[in-house]
């Protein structure tokens, strides 16, 4: 029509994807700039040499469109809208996802002996201030409350013994009645553990951990706890109907 031009939005979001990588970036250009300028600001975003790449332009909905192959032209000149997807395709025969790859990078470490003489470092920070491992005085209190805790888990734990019966009481969680299987330490974890084995399947296993068996149950009978958890005495067995037979 006479006396009517369109305006366009002089910028464009596009979705930047690539052979290098396996991410998608979005990002604005300016319909303004040239192909050949619109690849060297790619460079930045795929880690692609302008020279090595061919692009391809997709639809908002990843059909495609065509080749963008006309370095001279301007962006604005192919029908690149909103939320269209550019798929850089690396010439240079480098390999999918190269970029990301860190396994072939070699890796810098800073000795200890020189890290420790660095004044700015975290170490030097927590050493000047007393913190954290360089707290020896709270280093020494957590480990005489640790020695505690550990004499009194030992006593509750010698209470115990394989065949009692028992009275499991979680935070959060309905008590649960069984039999005391083991008492001792484990491979799994540190400290004294007490294995029960549930009247019914509200455990975690038959009695073994990461392959060592403990004690002999069915599955989903088995439960590890700790002995302040526990209360030994004479609890008849309960049925809640939860075994797997009719």
Not at 89 to 114: H, M, R, W
Not at 142 to 153: F, M, P
Request: glycine share 8%.
């Amino acid at each position: 029509m006479d006396g009517v031009s369109l305006i366009t939005n002089p910028t464009v979001s596009v979705r930047v994807t690539s052979t290098a990588n396996s991410f998608e970036a979005l990002r604005r250009f300016n319909r303004a700039i040239t192909i050949a300028e619109f690849k060297c600001k790619l460079e930045l975003v795929v880690g692609i040499q302008a020279s090595c790449m061919d692009l391809q332009l997709f639809s908002s909905t990843d059909a495609f469109l065509q080749k963008l192959d006309d370095n001279e032209a301007l962006m604005g000149s192919y029908p690149v809208d909103d939320n269209c997807r550019i798929h850089v395709i690396d010439k240079s025969g480098s390999g999918s996802g190269e970029f990301e790859d860190l396994s072939t990078v070699e890796k810098f470490q800073l000795p200890d002996e020189a890290y420790d003489k660095r004044s700015e470092s975290v170490r030097s920070f927590l050493k000047k201030n007393k913190a954290g491992r360089f707290n020896e005085e709270k280093a020494a209190q957590k480990e005489e409350l640790q020695v505690q805790r550990d004499a009194e888990e030992k006593l509750l734990a010698e209470a115990l013994a394989p065949g009692l019966r028992c009275e499991v009481q979680l935070m959060g969680q309905p008590t649960r009645r069984g039999t005391v299987m083991y008492v001792g330490n484990t491979e799994f974890k540190p400290g004294y553990w007490v294995g029960v084995k549930y009247d019914e399947p509200l455990g975690k296993h038959d009695g073994s951990v990461n392959g060592k068996q403990y004690f002999q149950c069915q599955p989903k009978y088995g439960a590890f706890v700790k002995p302040q958890f526990v209360t030994v005495g004479d609890f008849p067995e309960e049925d809640f109907g939860l075994s797997d037979e009719m």
